[in-house]
């Protein structure tokens, strides 16, 4: 239970929040040249957990140059295609149902790496590298949301596209670099194997929390009158209910008063009822009726 709180604080919405597009982005990104594309791309692929940790499970088992260059170029040309395409074609979607689907990916990985398919299913798992290829276009999709979260200019779009791309490969093989060499320093020690499924199980659960934590990131932009994402909004509206509270009695609410009716402007005026004359057993009279007694 320690664990599973201790990796929910990790994925506290600031460091979500962090993989998009921040104000002061937007703001930078109004007269920036290629270079500042490209180090928003490659700042952007290095705060990208989701990404990160996919390639992490995709490295796990890769042992020689050749099959990690294959992978590698395949999760490349698949998230540089709808990277640009859709950022050219405009083509958008939520950032967070797309943030949810990558960290599906991330626990697809893991599952894979676990040996899942045989274990659960009996079934071979499909061919990895088209699987790597496809999860790249997913990637690049999510990418591209963010890239479109910026005021992009219409002057020299594609080359800007192009430089932020090449900030996210730039960012991507920095990142590969350093997982390369603690994995290959990792592996010569006997830890490795005994410690090999904990780590996937670990990677499947950062998985499931990020997938999580992007849906409810998704019900705050789609119902943000309701669930404010904004801490400060959060603390507005509960003292907007305290005051609201307060003013109708401590939660008990106020009766309405009920609006008086105008009388008709032709109706005849009502008279006061005139009060019996009672005389305690003589004669009296109502008003100007007969006299009598009871």
Not at 14 to 20: D, K
Not at 100 to 128: H, M, W
Not at 183 to 207: D, Q, V, Y
Request: with cysteine; proline share 5%; net charge negative.
């Amino acid at each position: 239970m320690r664990l599973i709180l201790f990796l929910s604080l990790l994925m506290s919405p600031t460091l979500t929040l962090a993989h998009g597009m921040s104000e002061a982005d937007k703001q930078r990104i109004l007269d920036a040249g290629a270079l500042e594309y490209i180090d928003l791309g490659a700042r952007h692929m290095l705060t990208g957990y989701d990404h990160l940790l996919f390639l992490l499970g995709v490295l796990f088992f890769l042992y020689n140059v050749r099959d990690i260059v294959k992978f590698i170029t395949a999760f490349t040309l698949g998230h540089s295609i709808t990277l640009v395409f859709a950022t050219l074609l405009t083509i958008k979607a939520n950032a967070y149902l797309i943030d949810a689907v990558i960290a599906l990916t991330v626990c697809y990985k893991a599952f894979e790496n676990l040996d899942g398919f045989k274990r659960f299913f009996q079934i071979k798992a499909p061919s990895l590298l088209w699987m790597v290829f496809g999860f790249g276009l997913i990637h690049g999709f999510g990418l591209s949301t963010r890239l479109q979260q910026l005021p992009l200019p219409d002057d020299g779009l594609v080359l800007n596209i192009l430089a932020f791309n090449v900030g996210v490969e730039l960012g991507q093989i920095l990142a590969l670099c350093v997982m390369l060499l603690v994995l290959a320093a990792w592996r010569k020690r006997e830890s490795f194997g005994n410690f090999a499924k904990a780590c996937n199980g670990l990677l499947m659960i950062l998985g499931t929390l990020l997938f999580l934590h992007q849906l409810h990131g998704y019900q705050h932009s789609v119902y943000s009158d309701d669930f404010p994402l904004n801490q400060d909004d959060h603390a507005h509206t509960h003292e907007d209910m305290e005051s609201a509270k307060k003013i109708q009695g401590y939660g008990q609410p106020l009766m309405p008063s009920m609006p008086q009716e105008p009388a008709p402007v032709n109706a005849a005026p009502v008279e006061p009822p005139v009060k019996a004359e009672h005389t305690h057993g003589k004669s009296h009279r109502h008003g100007d009726g007969e006299p009598h007694h009871h």
